[in-house]
């Protein structure tokens, strides 16, 4: 799902504002390709670019264009990061498998049974499940704006603040009863990650850097913004002017729900692990039962991490959206097809959304892969 800071919002602003190039017209698609993803960053408002494509598991195409900060000269490099925003909850997901894998804990664990005493977990929240968290159907609303804020400027570690988050959350009124609503909310996969902790006794972070980049070779992926404070080491995010990143990004405790950056070149081997069954370059991952599990649509055909469902044609899809406020991200899989899409850029108000699913929909275009559709139940 989308969000804007790093709150849910419902729907992307279709209308483009003069600031991301009102006047703009994509270009059409048998436009070569190198030439169109200079257009959406010369004419269409975008500081920067990265994306790619994949089909058959090979990769068709990449491209990184664009400037790290507007307003200044210094190019972006193909081994730049991005912030993803919420497609790190995905990579929440299958840390969630390798758990699962071992033993450590079950789809099926409770919030109870696994933080009852870590944090106080009222009757009402205590057989919230690990699987109800992951597909956002736990009834645990999202965070109010207030708090999130205070949780941006805090100093203390990253587990600590979880476990805050946690406590304060769980304490309110259910917003529905457990497994019967989906209701898309951040929290879920903060409450999440800390029960991942709790069981394995590793922070959520060393757990995707042993589990995930390390195994996958993502030299390039950590947490938070990617640059340096006052520098141009990396890119800056935009909302639409250039972000310093001296400002406070989202809380490190919010991490299970969006905190991951990382390049073309650490997503792709991320993204082909779906389509090689869970198993990565250098070995296998995750196993079929748990990436089955992931993959799995539930309520409004969102999986653990995905929206996931089949289009009128039958084609199987998996897509997700990520954005801290400055950056966006948008990630596509046809697993079967062993095919992607990831687009990238370092902007990431409403309009540069509109844009950036140009940009999706153009390289769909060109590159024959499946038109957009209705899922089908």
């Given at each position: 799902m989308?969000s804007a800071?790093?709150?849910?919002v419902v729907?992307?602003a ?13 270009p059409?698609?048998?436009t070569?390709p190198?030439?169109a993803i ?6 269409g408002g975008?500081p920067a ?8 598991g090979?990769?068709l195409?990449?491209?990184?264009a664009g400037?790290?900060?507007q307003?200044d000269?210094t190019?972006?490099?193909?081994r730049?990061?991005?912030h993803i925003?919420s ?11 390798t ?5 450590q804990?079950?789809?099926d664990?409770t ?8 944090v ?8 919230v499940?690990?699987?109800q968290l992951?597909?956002?159907t736990s009834g645990?609303p ?7 804020l205070?949780f941006n ?6 587990d600590?603040q979880r476990r805050?988050i946690?406590?304060?959350?769980l304490?309110?009124p259910?917003g529905?009863t457990p ?6 909310s951040n929290?879920n ?6 029960m991942?902790?709790v069981?394995?006794?590793t ?7 042993e589990?995930?980049?390390?195994p996958?070779?993502?030299t390039?992926?950590?947490f ?10 990396a ?7 250039p972000?310093?990143p001296?400002?406070p990004d989202?809380a490190?405790g919010?991490?299970?729900?969006g905190t ?9 081997p991320?993204l ?17 039962a748990?990436?089955t599990a992931?993959e799995t649509p539930?309520?409004?055909?969102y999986?653990?991490?995905w929206?996931?469902?089949r289009f ?5 899809v ?7 406020g400055n950056?966006?991200?948008h ?8 095919a ?9 108000d409403?309009?540069?959304?509109d844009r950036?699913f140009?940009?999706v929909?153009?390289l769909?275009?060109h ?6 559709q209705?899922?089908?139940?």
């Amino acid at each position: 799902m989308e969000s804007a800071g790093f709150r849910n919002v419902v729907a992307v602003a279709v209308a483009t504002v003069a600031a991301c190039g009102a006047s703009f017209t994509p270009p059409p698609p048998d436009t070569p390709p190198d030439e169109a993803i200079e257009s959406f960053v010369t004419a269409g408002g975008l500081p920067a670019v990265a994306v790619a494509v994949v089909d058959g598991g090979e990769t068709l195409y990449t491209r990184v264009a664009g400037v790290r900060k507007q307003g200044d000269l210094t190019a972006v490099g193909d081994r730049d990061a991005f912030h993803i925003g919420s497609n790190t909850k995905a990579m929440t997901a299958l840390i969630a498998g390798t758990v699962v894998d071992a033993g450590q804990i079950s789809w099926d664990s409770t919030v109870g049974d696994v933080l009852g005493g870590v944090v106080t977990v009222p009757v009402a929240r205590a057989g919230v499940t690990l699987a109800q968290l992951l597909s956002h159907t736990s009834g645990i609303p999202e965070i109010d704006a207030p708090t999130e804020l205070a949780f941006n400027l805090s100093t203390e570690p990253a587990d600590v603040q979880r476990r805050q988050i946690a406590g304060k959350t769980l304490a309110l009124p259910p917003g529905s009863t457990p497994g019967t609503t989906f209701f898309y909310s951040n929290v879920n996969y903060i409450v999440a990650g800390l029960m991942l902790e709790v069981a394995t006794g590793t922070s959520w972070e060393l757990l995707l850097q042993e589990r995930l980049f390390t195994p996958l070779g993502m030299t390039g992926a950590g947490f938070g913004v990617p640059a340096t404070a006052h520098t141009t080491d990396a890119p800056w995010g935009h909302d639409p002017q250039p972000i310093d990143p001296v400002v406070p990004d989202i809380a490190p405790g919010f991490g299970p729900a969006g905190t991951v950056h990382a390049s073309i070149g650490d997503l792709l081997p991320y993204l082909t692990m779906y389509m090689d069954g869970g198993v990565g370059p250098n070995g296998r991952i995750i196993s079929e039962a748990s990436l089955t599990a992931i993959e799995t649509p539930r309520l409004e055909h969102y999986g653990f991490g995905w929206n996931v469902g089949r289009f009128a044609d039958g084609t199987l899809v998996m897509g997700h959206s990520g954005s801290n406020g400055n950056f966006f991200a948008h990630f596509i899989l046809f697993p079967e097809r062993r095919a992607a899409v990831v687009v990238m850029t370092n902007r990431g108000d409403l309009p540069s959304w509109d844009r950036a699913f140009q940009v999706v929909g153009y390289l769909v275009h060109h590159f024959g892969l499946p038109e957009k559709q209705p899922f089908v139940d």
